[in-house]
């Protein structure tokens, strides 16, 4: 591909592959005419990186509701936060409001003192629920707002855009090492294309409760949340912190041998993931396995052999009770499993590597 690079100088080259994380004006994606598709929310806001007195609990963001409207808190490094605040309806001017302007706005939505200031930049902002239809064409893939929008208020564009980058990360890097087929890349439209529209799902679904609870105030009511068990509390919690993104159905996941319903499924995350020293795949084995000596020569270099009693992994947690094996990506997620280990399902875990790796043997 020919590309232009125009930072007052232009500069012309040839590149094999380009990243597109330029946000919701992203050149790449306009460049694929791709567009990004969906609605944006009424209303209109701000948001401003600034310094508070305003007591928060740290590492954790906020939303605080009121009848006029909402403040949104989000912690930033250095005793900084990220925070979005709906405008008054009335408010259609151009100019970006002052310090002590924005800090009477925010006063005014949470019912308190905020004591804003130390501002470092501030914006007029629009809440969208948008995504295209191509996160990639092959060459071309979209990262972040530049494939998918979704309401601030959901807490989870970035996390987002960060994920689209562990998928395609280890991908590419693969492909152009020559150790992956280059058809491993289209994985990641499939794989990042549903997941980003689960997160629009879900931030849409927090969108929509925080202006119920805005509704709520506005008409005397004093707002609740509605009743919920542990159960619907702990899955709320995992939609939320994306842990239950899943990539059941991606062409790069599979298993073999007997269907255990416990623990965490091929696609799933794997929750001991971080115990996983460095950034190849890893087959953690459960027990006695076959053929151990020519996988490792096979997919010496491509895939890690980890010994699951040495690195106290629980077999129940991890899916395979009765001993096995689990492939795990460099992004964490679970490419294939297979209980119990024995010469059948280690071939087919074998020719399923096949399909997107290229074998060292």
């Known amino acids: 591909m020919r590309v232009t690079l125009d930072a007052g100088r232009p500069e012309v080259f040839t590149a094999a592959y380009v ?18 598709h969906g609605e944006t929310y009424d209303g209109r806001y701000i948001v401003a990186d600034v310094k508070l007195t305003l007591p928060c609990p740290p590492e954790c963001g906020r939303i605080i509701v009121g009848s006029s409207g909402f403040g949104l808190f989000s912690p930033l ?5 990220l925070i979005f605040v709906n405008r008054d309806e009335t408010d259609t001017r151009r100019e970006l409001p002052s310090a002590d302007e924005l800090n009477a706005l925010l006063n005014a939505r949470v019912g308190a003192d905020v004591g804003l200031h130390g501002i470092s930049w501030v914006s007029y902002f629009q809440m969208h629920k948008r995504a295209t239809e191509r996160l990639s064409d092959g060459r071309r893939f979209l990262l972040g ?7 601030p208020l959901g807490g989870e564009g970035v996390n987002a855009a960060f994920m689209d980058a562990a998928d395609i990360a280890w991908k590419l890097a693969l492909v152009i090492r020559g150790a992956a087929k280059p058809s491993l890349l289209a994985s990641y439209a499939a794989e990042r294309g549903a997941a980003d529209h689960h997160v629009l799902e879900v931030s849409d679904e927090i969108h ?3 202006l119920e609870l805005i509704a709520m105030c506005k008409g005397g009511h004093t707002p609740s949340l509605p009743p919920t068990d542990s159960a619907q509390d702990r899955m709320a919690t995992r939609k939320r912190s994306m842990l239950d993104v899943s990539y059941v159905g991606s062409a790069i996941v599979g298993q073999a041998g007997a269907v255990v319903a416990a623990g965490p499924s091929p696609g799933e995350r794997f929750p001991a993931s ?12 459960f027990g006695a396995t076959p053929r151990l000596d020519h996988f490792r020569a096979r997919w010496d270099g491509l895939v890690a052999i980890a010994d699951a009693a040495s690195a106290r992994f629980d077999p129940a947690k991890a899916g395979v009770p009765d001993g096995g094996i689990l492939l795990v990506r460099p992004d964490g997620f679970i490419g294939f499993r297979a209980a119990p280990a024995d010469e059948t399902t280690m071939a087919a875990l074998d020719a399923h590597l096949a399909t997107y790796l290229v074998p060292s043997r």
């Open 19 to 36: 990243l597109g994380a330029g946000g919701a004006h992203s050149v790449t994606r306009h460049s694929m005419e791709e567009h990004l």
């Open 145 to 151: 707002d530049a494939g998918h929008l979704s309401s």
């Open 77 to 81: 490094p250095d005793d900084r936060w």
């Open 208 to 210: 929509s409760l925080v």
């Open 274 to 285: 971080g115990r996983l020293d460095g950034t190849c795949h890893h087959l953690v084995v």
